[in-house]
């Protein structure tokens, strides 16, 4: 009698671990979909009175070029910006990049991509990128948060994380998780027109 109780406790605790393992499979899937994840930042305030929301000022940072010179976020305000946290040990990292150096070719210029690899010195190193980025021919402009300043800055944790900065400095949208082209060009289209 008493087997049988463990045996019943035992199916019944495997079902329950089965259902949250379900669960969060679910929810953790949705992060690399690629398809909706690309939040947008309020264009209207909520109560409909016509009175502009507060917009975000896009914080600077610090990384460095390959050289080892400073770079801030700011040197680029002026133009569209595409900011990505990456690196090349990670997967939907890698699945997304084909997509940025397609854009970045595209536009020409128009917009600027601020490719930041989160470069830990251990992990992710100055060279283990480069060598990600040289094999697979990338054209990308690629900075390294060796301090991590950028990544604190953003609360980039989870890898990889996009935001999408208009020409005057202000989030406009982000996206946790691998994007798709798609995706990543309705966050430029949020953020760019294209002069006719």
């Known amino acids: 009698m008493e087997n049988k109780k463990k045996l019943t406790f035992l199916a019944v605790g495997l079902l329950i671990l089965l259902l949250v393992a379900g669960v969060a499979y679910k929810k953790l899937g949705a992060n690399f979909s690629g398809g909706n994840q690309l939040a947008a930042r309020p264009t209207a305030p909520p109560d409909g009175q016509g009175e502009e929301p507060e917009k975000i000022q896009a914080l600077d940072f610090t990384v460095y070029d390959a050289d080892g010179s400073e770079v801030h976020l700011s040197d680029y305000f002026g133009k569209p910006i595409v900011l990505n946290f990456w690196a090349s040990w990670c997967g939907p990292c890698k699945s997304e990049m084909p997509a940025f150096d397609q854009a970045n070719k595209d536009l020409n210029g128009e917009v600027q991509f601020l490719m ?27 900075f390294f948060d060796t301090s991590m300043d950028a990544a604190y800055t953003y609360g980039a944790y989870a890898l990889p994380t996009s935001f999408f900065i208009d020409a005057d400095g202000y989030v406009i949208a982000n996206a946790q998780g691998a994007i798709d082209a798609e995706t990543l060009q309705r966050g430029i289209d949020m953020i760019y027109t294209p002069a006719e």
């Open 116 to 142: 930041i690899n989160m470069t830990d010195g251990n992990r992710e190193t100055v060279e283990t990128a480069q060598a990600f980025i040289k094999k697979n021919g990338y054209d990308l402009p690629v």
